[in-house]
């Protein structure tokens, strides 16, 4: 009998633990849970939970009688194609569940539920996840502080439907990946009850390590939705900088309200949420974690009264820092938090509300004050990207990095102060805005 209480042959096609299975591996969960069970096995904390495989979602799409459709919407275009994208996600939303997958993952959610917190978190972990020319980060979906196997299945059916989104399609489209030839597995793990949370990555231009941090969970961060407070580290984990944030609001999770957010307290908003020895501890880890899979990495991490845990890490690209014309030195300049790579120039747009992407033309410099998913749809014709919240691990940097287009985060009054049109310089590597008026 397998850990669910079904027999072997059932269960583990279906459901695999993270902490309990050995041999979890990319092609059956996705990357992004396959580098969790790696983690665990090699002495990290993670949190525990298992993830639906990739079989589950196949098994699934079947029982929806969508897989033919599936195939055909690679090949079709504009209004068919959103056509019959849209039946492939409502069968995954309405269609009965799979029986195969109705029998295994009950026992599973007990078990896990019964060994851990009551509240779970539902991530996706698609096959083409976390890979190192495509991070998907931010595409699909993640719902936090899950309670009770209704809910449960709901957030499960909502994340096999994620693949199939018109934010997804478009991703996949630009990386030439055909969404009815792959799959979504489905993480369920209990839910960190987090003090704070954040980022890292285990290694800049400069080759130290950066973490980034907030109170309660890192959705804050992901988001965009505040500025994080910035750790750098050497590579033996000794802090070397500490620069506090701007998080004015605190995402915290009940089993009544799910996740909510509120005020931080005024006395709060700029001090670090680490202090220096767990900011060390966390450093070891992300190095601890970088040596294992062998690649720089970027990481999510949670604190609580235990400890801090490993959330998710997936392969960084690392790029060297630009030297700057002297000409540019000679205007003024705003700091924030580097995404990590490149440098470029174009004119100012400023982007206050969500219609006014529709004046973003290409090679422009995209200015704005969230920097949230609805930015992903005008990444191929920026030049660059300067936000007055969010930090260097945040989903819009991640999606930066991977394109090469150079974003600096976190800088006050950028809006305000960078006037529309004018010659603007975006340092993605030092952090650092200029402009010529």
């Known amino acids: 009998m397998s850990e669910t209480g079904f027999p072997i042959s059932r269960s583990s096609e279906m459901i695999v633990s993270l902490t309990r299975s050995s041999g979890v591996t990319a092609e059956r969960v996705g990357p992004k849970a396959a580098t969790l069970s790696r983690l665990h096995h090699a002495g990290l904390r993670i949190p525990d939970g298992f993830c639906l495989t990739a079989a589950a979602y196949r098994a699934q799409i079947a029982a929806a009688g969508v897989e033919t459709v599936a195939r055909r919407v690679v090949t079709a275009e504009g209004l068919e194609a959103r056509k019959l994208a849209l039946e492939v996600r409502l069968g995954l939303l309405r269609a009965p569940l799979a029986s195969a997958v109705a029998d295994v993952l009950p026992a599973a959610y007990a078990r896990l539920t019964a060994a851990s917190a009551s509240l779970v978190a539902i991530r996706s972990s698609a096959l083409l996840e976390d890979s190192p020319t495509a991070s998907f980060a931010g595409q699909f979906e993640t719902f936090l502080g899950i309670a009770g196997e209704v809910d449960m299945l709901t957030a499960i059916r909502a994340c096999w439907a994620s693949l199939w989104s018109t934010r997804a399609l478009r991703y996949m489209q630009m990386h030439q990946v055909d969404p009815g030839r792959t799959a979504m597995a489905v993480l369920v793990q209990a839910l960190v009850p987090a003090l704070a949370a954040g980022g890292a990555l285990s290694r800049t231009p400069e080759g130290a390590i950066a973490i980034t941090g907030t109170w309660g969970l890192g959705s804050a961060i992901a988001q965009g939705e505040v500025v994080p407070d ?22 915290e999770c009940s089993a009544v309200s799910g996740p909510m957010p509120r005020a931080v307290a005024r006395d709060l908003v700029s001090v670090p949420c680490l202090n220096d020895d767990e900011a060390s501890t966390l450093a070891r880890m992300v190095l601890a974690a970088e040596s294992l899979l062998g690649m720089p990495i970027e990481t999510e991490w949670a604190k609580d009264a235990e400890g801090i845990h490993l959330l998710q890490a997936r392969p960084l690209a690392v790029q060297s820092a630009h030297v700057a014309d002297d000409v ?37 410099v995209l200015v704005t004050q969230v920097a949230g998913p609805a930015l992903t749809a005008v990444l191929p014709r920026v030049a660059g990207v300067v936000a007055e919240l969010g930090g260097s691990t945040s989903h819009l940097a991640a999606l930066a990095r991977e394109r090469g287009i150079p974003a600096v985060l976190g800088v006050g009054e950028a809006t305000r102060r960078i006037p529309e049109g004018a010659r603007v310089a975006v340092d993605g590597v030092a952090g650092v805005v200029r402009w010529i008026a």
């Open 328 to 364: 540019w030195l000679r205007h003024p300049g705003l700091r924030g938090q580097p995404s990590g790579v490149g440098w470029s120039t174009g004119p100012a747009r400023i982007v206050l509300h969500e219609h006014d992407l529709e004046r973003v033309e290409v090679g422009d």
């Open 230 to 251: 910035r750790w750098t580290l050497g590579r033996d984990a000794t802090v070397l900088r500490v620069d506090p944030g701007r998080k004015e609001r605190v995402v």
